[in-house]
């Protein structure tokens, strides 16, 4: 959960214009996913290299989040060390914190700028643990301020920092030929096994419907695909 000491504003981020700030350059773009179906699916440019989740916090979800770490905790999990995985300490940054998910491990693919503040924050946090990545984004200024810029763009009245958000991003990222989950809440990335870029789309909306069968009466989901532009 994030620490109590340390909240940003809550944000409906404007991604293309936030990574800009940060100086990922527009290579790759992200865009709706607009239905899971293949009809839909075939519309979202290729290739993809990650998909955010935006999602409700629920009382079933929770109880699946507690006993999924069960599980994994006594059964285990092979993941890749070269997965970029940290934690979230801050207060409403899961947007953040799920677009650094998807840019840290798709390095091969994106442009930086020469003086980018994402890459900075990538190239020295890349060796720390998941909880000392979370403390390097805390002292962040840079990342911190675009985020509070996004927030006050991305809606007519930005909420107070005490208000409570009940909606999550979480990203999904192909490392080496597998499929993970990326959630800065929970303690460890999740494995959904292998993926191909070819399949990758279609092998994380496959896991994204599974959060929705889950809650069937919610409506508040929302897709979004970095694609090449």
């Known amino acids: 959960m994030a620490s109590a000491g340390c909240h940003w504003k809550p944000t409906q981020m404007l991604f293309p214009k936030f990574l800009r700030q940060l100086g990922l350059l527009p290579t790759w773009q992200f865009g709706d996913v607009y239905g899971m179906d293949p009809e839909l699916l075939s519309m979202v440019p ?12 629920t009382e079933k979800y929770e109880s699946f989040r507690l006993e999924e770490e069960a599980k994994i905790k006594a059964q285990g999990q092979d993941v890749s060390p070269d997965v970029y995985f940290m934690k979230q300490t801050i207060g409403n940054a899961c947007g953040t914190i799920g677009l650094i998910h998807a840019v840290a491990n798709n390095q091969e693919h994106l442009e930086f700028e020469t003086d980018s503040p994402l890459k900075m924050f990538l190239v020295q946090s890349t060796k720390l643990s998941p909880e000392n990545k979370a403390t390097f984004l805390e002292k962040d200024e840079s990342i911190r301020v675009t985020h509070e810029s996004s927030a006050q763009e991305g809606q007519t009245e930005a909420p107070s920092l005490d208000e409570k958000v009940d909606l999550h991003f979480i990203a999904f990222v ?14 460890f990335p999740i494995s959904h096994g292998k993926t191909s870029e070819v399949h990758f789309l279609e092998d994380a909306t496959e896991v994204c419907k599974t959060f929705m069968a889950r809650d069937p009466q919610e409506l508040r989901f929302t897709v979004v695909a970095l694609s090449k532009a």
């Open 46 to 57: 290729r290739p993809v290299c990650a998909v955010l989740l935006l999602f409700p916090v």
């Open 174 to 187: 192909n490392v080496g030929g597998h499929l993970y989950e990326l959630d800065g809440r929970k303690p």
